[in-house]
């Protein structure tokens, strides 16, 4: 049975790189999946066939037994933080992780590339659009490859078999106060303590 079985899941700023990829990986886990966003993006394409409200403000249709919330809407709408959610993600299938101030995106990238050239079938979910693997997310049955995320402290939640750090810096003014800050998180994460 898919690990998301009978879930009814809403994802509130489901047009964006990070929640469409969430929302797809969930639908092919088992998931029935819709969601809000203000505008039509081409993440959603990806998506098609779940139920979409394109609106100016957030919207929470009745029904759904979850909600998942984009950092973006958090102060709006009650649910389920993206960290956790995606924190649950990572758990469920063998993961490499990726963060770092520069770089992530592409080594996320050239990691998934060169699994699916091996035959691993990846999933994956990246903040970039990748060419080569058309697009920026994907359900495989292979590792879970994530660009993680420092700006909101996201990679403190996250478990993965395997964690990459490109590199550190402070890159974040508002989340961090100093480098040694940041350089406090990664090194949390490097020993397994977030």
């Known amino acids: 049975?898919?690990?998301?079985?009978?879930?009814?899941?809403?994802?509130?700023?489901?047009?964006?790189?990070?929640?469409?990829?969430?929302?797809?990986?969930?639908r092919a886990w088992g998931a029935e999946v819709g969601g809000w966003d203000r505008v039509e993006t081409p993440y959603l394409a990806a998506l098609r066939g779940a139920l979409?409200?394109?609106?100016?403000?957030?919207?929470?249709p009745d029904g759904w037994n979850e909600?998942?919330?984009?950092?973006?809407?958090?102060?709006?709408?009650?649910?389920r933080p993206r960290a956790e959610f995606l924190a649950e993600l990572v758990s469920l299938?063998?993961?490499?992780?990726?963060?770092?101030?520069?770089g992530k995106t592409t080594t996320a990238a050239m990691i998934a590339f060169c699994l699916d050239r091996l035959g691993?079938?990846?999933?994956?979910?990246?903040?970039?659009?990748?060419?080569?693997?058309?697009?920026?997310?994907?359900a495989g049955?292979?590792?879970?490859?994530?660009?993680?995320?420092?700006?909101?402290?996201?990679?403190?939640a996250l478990?993965?078999?395997?964690?990459?750090?490109?590199?550190?810096?402070l890159d974040h003014h508002t989340e961090f106060a100093s480098r040694a800050e940041v350089e406090s998180l990664f090194a949390g994460r490097a020993r397994g303590s977030g």
């Open 1 to 26: 049975m898919p690990p998301f079985d009978g879930r009814r899941i809403w994802f509130v700023g489901i047009g964006g790189a990070g929640l469409s990829g969430y929302a797809l990986l969930a």
């Open 52 to 60: 979409l409200e394109l609106a100016p403000e957030p919207v929470v």
């Open 67 to 79: 909600v998942v919330v984009s950092t973006a809407y958090r102060d709006q709408v009650e649910g």
């Open 93 to 102: 299938q063998r993961s490499i992780v990726v963060a770092g101030a520069h």
């Open 120 to 138: 691993d079938d990846p999933a994956f979910l990246i903040g970039g659009e990748i060419p080569q693997l058309g697009g920026n997310a994907r």
């Open 141 to 156: 049955s292979g590792w879970l490859v994530v660009e993680g995320d420092e700006s909101d402290r996201t990679i403190a």
């Open 159 to 169: 478990r993965p078999e395997i964690a990459v750090v490109t590199n550190v810096d």
